[in-house]
Each structure stands twice: as C-alpha cells, then as structure tokens.
C-alpha cells in the first residue's frame, strides 16, 4: 500500500462522496463539473494542515477540484498524486504544461 511504503498516514474516512452522481467516462468537461459538484463532504474536524488527494485517473481534474472545494473551509495545503492521466477531448497539452523551461531539462 502506498502509505505502508512511504510512511504516511491513511485516513480514507475523511471525505465523503454525498451525492449519488454519474460515471464521469464519457462525459465531457462541462458535464463532469455539473455531475460532481457538490458532491464530496468533509466527515468531521480537518487534523492536518498538509493533505495528499490520490486519484486513480485525472482528465479534466473535476474530482479533485471538488474533493479540494470541500476541504477548503480548513485551508489545507493539498497535494493531488495521480496514478494515470488521460487527455480530455479538447483540452490541449499546452493547458498542463510546467511554466518556464520548455526544453525538457530539469
């Protein structure tokens, strides 16, 4: 697991999908903003001030956002940690890429 691996803490508990939406493949963005928003709630007091959201997939970035809506009354500092990442129909490369060295040099 891959908190076990790098000893962080799990706590799966603390946000809470409170709507009933749609699968979200096969929408477009407009659609998936409208699906989940809303959708997450926070279960309880916020401990950290440091969070890590893991997603298994990003496209258009919805889920986290709204996960980060929810969280926001407690001003965390987020980290988004994404397992794959597939391009939304119309969002271009250019929309994702790091500001400054184009290059390819780190």
Same mark, same amino acid.
């Given at each position: 697991? /891959?908190?076990?691996? /790098?000893a &962080?803490?799990? !706590?799966?508990?603390?946000? &809470?999908?409170?709507?009933? %939406?749609?699968?979200?493949?096969? /929408?477009?963005? =407009? *659609?998936?903003r409208?699906?989940?928003? =809303?959708?997450?709630?926070?279960?309880?007091?916020?401990?950290?001030?440091?969070?890590? &959201?893991? @997603? @298994?997939?990003? %496209?258009? #970035? %919805? %889920?986290?956002?709204? $996960?980060? =809506? $929810? &969280?926001?009354?407690?001003?965390?500092?987020?980290? !988004?940690?994404?397992? *794959?990442? $597939?391009? $939304?129909?119309? /969002?271009?490369h250019?929309?994702?890429?790091? =500001? #400054?060295?184009?290059? #390819?040099?780190?």
């Amino acid at each position: 697991m /891959l908190s076990q691996e /790098l000893a &962080l803490p799990l !706590v799966d508990s603390l946000l &809470l999908r409170v709507a009933d %939406t749609a699968p979200q493949a096969g /929408l477009s963005g =407009k *659609a998936r903003r409208r699906n989940l928003a =809303k959708a997450f709630a926070v279960r309880g007091e916020l401990q950290w001030q440091r969070l890590v &959201l893991v @997603d @298994d997939v990003v %496209t258009t #970035g %919805t %889920t986290i956002r709204e $996960a980060a =809506k $929810a &969280l926001a009354p407690w001003s965390p500092d987020i980290q !988004v940690w994404c397992l *794959a990442r $597939a391009e $939304a129909p119309g /969002l271009s490369h250019s929309s994702w890429a790091v =500001k #400054g060295r184009q290059d #390819g040099a780190d």
